[in-house]
T-cell receptor, first 113, second 117 residues
């Protein structure tokens, strides 16, 4: 079993839809949970991160962590064509060696006008 | 403008050839990383380095080698022993864990796409 599981999609939604992206994990030592966005032929860029459980909101984006279920989510409200990208979840333990990250496979999202 | 520069953007390798991918950062970060990304597979860690002249193997180091002679540079060599080198290679850097409190994100370059001729 991989440490981080993420459905690769693809996911295709109309503009304005609410998008839900999810990951599950198996390692209870993970404390930091990140979402990266990656446009085609580019490197990933950090969208948001959350420490431990709870919610975090940044504009149209909301990250949720449920440590009891080992489940994290990213919600995108009022999705735009410019949100079309691959979304990667990543996580790590606190004080883990060199801040080593464990990535999901990424979910490819297309938002059509 | 601080960031990570990877070159070249595209690279072709012949059979039996070693090729070197460049990664330079001007963020003054101590830690640097190399990842491999295959379609539908996410990012897999090849090598990482905390400090000049020191580096450790990641999950898929076989067929790769690195050096860290300068803080800002972390080149990756894909050797002929790597039988399936076709992939997108990403370099990242971060502030070293333990030097500061809290979360230290990894910053990525825009990658090098390597293909076999």
């Amino acid at each position: 079993q991989k440490e981080v599981e993420q459905d690769p999609g693809p996911l295709s939604v109309p503009e304005g839809a609410i998008v839900s992206l999810n990951c599950t994990y198996s390692n209870s030592a993970f404390q930091y949970f990140m979402w990266y966005r990656q446009y085609s032929r580019k490197g990933p860029e950090l969208l948001m991160y959350t420490y431990s459980s709870g919610n975090k909101e940044d504009g149209r984006f909301t990250a949720q962590v449920d440590k009891s279920s080992k489940y994290i989510s990213l919600f995108i409200r009022d999705s735009q064509p410019s949100d079309s990208a691959t979304y990667l979840c990543a996580m790590k333990g606190r004080g883990s060696t060199l801040g080593r990250l464990y990535f999901g496979r990424g979910t490819q999202l297309t938002v059509w006008p | 403008d601080g960031g990570i520069t990877q070159s070249p953007k595209y690279l072709f390798r012949k059979e039996g050839q070693n090729v070197t991918l460049s990664c330079e950062q001007n963020l003054n970060h101590d830690a640097m990383y190399w990842y491999r990304q295959d379609p539908g597979q996410g990012l897999r860690l090849i090598y990482y380095s905390q400090i000049v002249n020191d580096f450790q193997k990641g999950d898929i180091a076989e067929g790769y080698s690195v050096s860290r002679e300068k803080k800002e540079s972390f080149p990756l060599t894909v050797t002929s022993a790597q039988k399936n080198p076709t992939a997108f290679y990403l370099c990242a850097s971060s502030i070293l864990e333990g030097l500061t409190e809290g979360f230290q994100p990894q910053h990525f370059g825009d990658g090098t796409r390597l293909s076999i001729l």
